[in-house]
């Protein structure tokens, strides 16, 4: 019987239709991925008919820097609502109402002295350096119709069009159901091609049976040794790292009852760290920061402020302003009425840094006596959107600080003496906390 080699061997043929199927379907989910041109903005709708001559790109300025603080557009706060004000009252009154609202109250206008008893007899600040320009601009400003909120995306999901999902998993369908027919096609050819073989006398060669490769390497003893050792090596190095690692709790980045931004109050706005966590000047700890701080700003600030495309925002407006009602409700504060309702709700902050009970650290000691910034050891946190824990605090990552940071000794003639005495000692023109005793083991535990 005539013995020919298998040149039908089904396995290179499924793995030829394969390769075809794959690079066919990357080539159509290519062209599909090209996203469809977005349709047209809407149009900005018209100023108010009041709004008279003025700009309200000038009006929003000088709004921001002088109304804010006490006006909003929509709510009240310590003084009225400004949207449309200019079609409640005359125009020439206006003018004079925001020039010297006192002398008009003292006067006896009876729409100032309403208007003063309305909100709570607070005093308005008089502008006389406003012109009457000046003023259209900011009526030109509050006219304008509010702004309908599109709605945002939510924070790190993606939004795909339907139609391309629907395209994309028909293309899938068909393709799997082709790959299926071949497999079927190709399984039928490779049983007549045997039969066709046989009816002939001809003998399909069989492979002959040859050692595995897993047989092959237990026979030789010295790879099964070397591999033990490096086994065990690897076990031992990765299981030192993991005991390292515990109790470093290094990117801890925990959800908060309350959302606050660091990127947004100490990075874009520029608030000082130590505003908000003042006892780091004076204390061991840095201190959870008064309800009360918050509200020095927020007791006029019941929305979010910036706008929808301004870079440093990752959530919507709609979702800042609902943590800022969170902030109202612990603290038991009306916006409507502007008061205090006496009703309060403690927050349960999530501890983020958390030293061991055995490791003394003094936040004063290194704020306001070594002039150490708030960033050295907490990271960039005016980028942070959600507060995390920057740094390892491990013991090595403190006594490596100490060995590279200099003694500021500018102003002090006590570590002056001991820096010249220590200078000479150790042959140094200046001194690292390491040199003054920086890495004693008193230093840190008790």
Same mark, same amino acid.
């Given at each position: 019987?005539?013995?020919?080699?298998?040149?039908?061997?089904?396995?290179?043929?499924?793995?030829?239709?394969?390769?075809?199927?794959? +690079? &066919?379907?990357?080539?159509? &989910?290519?062209?599909?991925?090209?996203? %469809?041109?977005? %349709?047209?903005?809407?149009?900005?709708?018209? %100023?108010? %008919? !009041?709004?008279?001559?003025?700009?309200?790109?000038?009006?929003?300025?000088?709004? @921001?820097?002088?109304?804010?603080?006490?006006?909003?557009?929509?709510?009240?706060?310590?003084?009225?609502?400004?949207?449309?004000?200019?079609?409640?009252?005359?125009?020439?009154?206006?003018?004079?109402?925001? $020039?010297?609202?006192?002398?008009?109250?003292?006067?006896?206008?009876?729409?100032?002295?309403?208007?003063? @008893?309305?909100?709570?007899?607070?005093?308005?600040?008089?502008?006389?350096?406003?012109? @009457?320009? =000046?003023? !259209?601009?900011?009526?030109?400003?509050?006219?304008?119709?509010?702004?309908?909120?599109?709605?945002?995306?939510?924070?790190?999901?993606?939004?795909?069009?339907?139609?391309? *999902?629907?395209?994309?998993?028909?293309?899938? *369908?068909?393709?799997?159901?082709?790959?299926?027919?071949?497999? #079927?096609?190709?399984?039928? #050819?490779?049983?007549?091609?045997?039969?066709?073989?046989?009816?002939?006398?001809?003998?399909?060669?069989?492979?002959?049976?040859?050692?595995?490769?897993?047989?092959?390497?237990? $026979?030789?003893?010295?790879? #099964?040794?070397?591999?033990?050792?490096?086994?065990?090596?690897?076990?031992?190095? &990765?299981?030192?790292?993991?005991?390292?690692?515990?109790?470093?709790?290094?990117?801890?980045?925990?959800?908060?009852?309350?959302?606050?931004?660091?990127?947004?109050?100490?990075?874009?706005?520029?608030?000082?760290? /130590?505003?908000?966590?003042?006892?780091?000047?004076?204390?061991?700890?840095?201190?959870?920061? +008064?309800?009360?701080?918050?509200?020095?700003?927020?007791?006029?600030?019941?929305?979010?402020?910036? =706008?929808?495309? +301004?870079?440093?925002?990752?959530?919507?407006?709609? &979702?800042?302003?609902?943590?800022?009602?969170?902030?109202?409700?612990?603290? *038991?504060?009306?916006?409507?009425?502007?008061?205090?309702?006496?009703?309060? $709700?403690?927050?349960?902050?999530?501890?983020?840094? @958390?030293?061991?009970?055995?490791?003394?650290?003094?936040?004063?000691?290194?704020? +306001?006596?070594?002039?150490?910034?708030?960033?050295?050891?907490?990271?960039?946190?005016?980028?942070?959107?959600?507060? /995390?824990?920057?740094?390892?605090?491990?013991?090595?990552?403190?006594?490596?600080?100490?060995?590279?940071?200099?003694?500021?000794?500018?102003?002090?003639?006590?570590?002056?003496?001991?820096?010249?005495?220590?200078?000479?000692?150790?042959?140094?023109? $200046?001194?690292?906390?390491?040199?003054?005793?920086?890495?004693?083991?008193?230093?840190?535990?008790?």
């Amino acid at each position: 019987m005539k013995k020919v080699g298998n040149h039908t061997s089904i396995s290179r043929i499924i793995m030829f239709c394969l390769a075809f199927s794959l +690079s &066919f379907s990357l080539s159509v &989910f290519a062209q599909d991925a090209a996203p %469809a041109d977005a %349709a047209a903005a809407p149009a900005a709708d018209a %100023a108010g %008919a !009041d709004a008279g001559a003025g700009d309200p790109a000038k009006g929003k300025e000088l709004f @921001n820097t002088l109304c804010a603080a006490c006006h909003k557009l929509d709510a009240k706060a310590t003084g009225p609502a400004l949207r449309n004000v200019a079609e409640k009252h005359d125009r020439e009154w206006l003018y004079s109402w925001i $020039k010297n609202s006192s002398a008009m109250i003292k006067a006896g206008d009876p729409v100032a002295v309403k208007l003063f @008893n309305e909100n709570n007899q607070a005093v308005m600040t008089p502008f006389p350096q406003l012109s @009457n320009q =000046d003023i !259209d601009n900011i009526l030109a400003y509050t006219s304008q119709p509010a702004e309908v909120a599109a709605p945002a995306p939510t924070p790190g999901g993606s939004q795909v069009a339907a139609d391309n *999902g629907i395209n994309n998993v028909l293309i899938l *369908g068909a393709l799997v159901l082709v790959l299926v027919v071949l497999i #079927v096609m190709l399984a039928l #050819v490779n049983k007549t091609l045997k039969r066709v073989a046989a009816a002939n006398g001809i003998e399909v060669e069989k492979p002959e049976p040859s050692v595995s490769l897993w047989q092959a390497y237990a $026979k030789n003893q010295f790879l #099964v040794l070397v591999t033990a050792i490096l086994l065990l090596l690897s076990a031992s190095y &990765f299981l030192y790292g993991y005991l390292m690692q515990i109790g470093v709790d290094q990117g801890y980045e925990p959800i908060q009852p309350i959302h606050f931004s660091h990127k947004i109050h100490a990075g874009d706005n520029g608030i000082d760290c /130590k505003y908000c966590h003042s006892s780091a000047r004076v204390s061991k700890h840095s201190g959870i920061p +008064s309800l009360n701080v918050c509200m020095n700003c927020h007791k006029n600030i019941a929305e979010f402020q910036g =706008d929808k495309d +301004s870079t440093y925002v990752e959530y919507s407006k709609e &979702f800042y302003t609902a943590e800022i009602q969170k902030l109202y409700d612990a603290v *038991g504060w009306d916006k409507s009425t502007q008061t205090y309702t006496g009703k309060q $709700k403690p927050v349960k902050w999530v501890r983020i840094h @958390n030293l061991p009970d055995f490791v003394y650290f003094n936040h004063a000691q290194h704020v +306001s006596v070594a002039g150490v910034e708030c960033q050295t050891c907490h990271g960039p946190v005016e980028t942070f959107e959600i507060m /995390k824990q920057h740094s390892s605090l491990t013991m090595g990552w403190c006594i490596n600080c100490h060995r590279e940071t200099d003694v500021k000794i500018e102003g002090n003639a006590y570590y002056e003496k001991i820096h010249d005495e220590l200078a000479k000692k150790y042959g140094v023109t $200046k001194l690292t906390a390491a040199n003054m005793g920086g890495t004693e083991c008193g230093k840190c535990h008790y």
